[in-house]
């Protein structure tokens, strides 16, 4: 089955007292919009985003979250989570964004985009839930979604294929790179051979692996 966009969702300025920002503002409610979108080197146009610091930017730009993924969390917790529900830029259908090799490339609709990094779970994830231990919940079930490159800017709708045009060979997934930056560190040397995961991710990680004396 070919995957898809399910939809595009653009964040709208929510103020909370658990928003992560100094400002106490986030782009965390993401809502879907009819039309395609313009994606961006820097980001998705019209998407606002509260803590600069950790969200958007040519690393992550782009963030997308699995459809089904979303299915077992509605399951779990007894409630329906819309599209944009966990902050998502793109809702996918029939994409396997855990099991997305980093550096592999995707085109979609116009723009051509390149997985590199998986989301980290914060306080202000669970308090837009409401969902007080879900920053565990979320770690243990290692269903992270995926941060995207933009290397080909351009538009993309709901219903667009989505196309992996080249992946490669090291086979590092994202779900590998979370379990490995979470619960499993003993995976940590393998992050390594992704040449494509980000610097600032690359350093980290060889922090973590050097000897302590």
């Keep these: ?6 939809a595009v969702n653009i964040g709208v300025v929510t103020e909370a007292e658990w928003a992560g920002d100094p400002s106490g503002r986030s782009g965390i409610d993401k809502r879907p919009v009819d039309g395609p979108v313009s994606l961006l080197t820097e980001g ?3 998407d606002f985003i509260g803590e600069r610091a950790v969200h958007g930017g040519p690393d992550k730009a782009v963030y997308a979250y699995a459809e ?4 077992w969390w509605a399951a779990e917790i007894g409630r329906s989570i819309r599209p944009g529900g966990f902050g998502e830029n793109l809702t996918t259908y029939a994409v396997d964004v855990t099991g997305a090799v980093v550096g592999e490339q995707w085109a979609v609709g116009t723009a051509l985009l390149q997985v590199t990094v998986p989301r ?3 306080t202000t994830f669970a308090g ?3 969902v007080p231990d879900l920053i565990r919940r979320f770690t243990v079930r290692a269903t992270p979604g995926a941060y995207l490159r933009v290397l080909r800017e351009g538009e993309v709708g709901a219903g667009d294929p989505v ?3 080249e ?20 995976l940590l040397p393998r992050l390594l051979d992704a040449e494509d995961l980000p ?11 050097a000897p302590r004396g």
């Design 1 to 6: 089955m070919t995957g898809r966009v399910a």
């Design 44 to 46: 998705v146009a019209g």
């Design 68 to 71: 089904e993924d979303a299915a």
């Design 120 to 122: 980290t779970p914060c």
């Design 128 to 130: 837009f839930w409401g």
């Design 163 to 165: 196309e992996v045009v």
């Design 167 to 186: 992946r490669p060979a090291h086979g590092v997934t994202i779900g590998e790179v979370f379990r490995a930056m979470t619960m499993e560190p003993e």
């Design 199 to 209: 610097d600032k991710l690359r350093d980290k990680v060889r922090r973590r692996l």
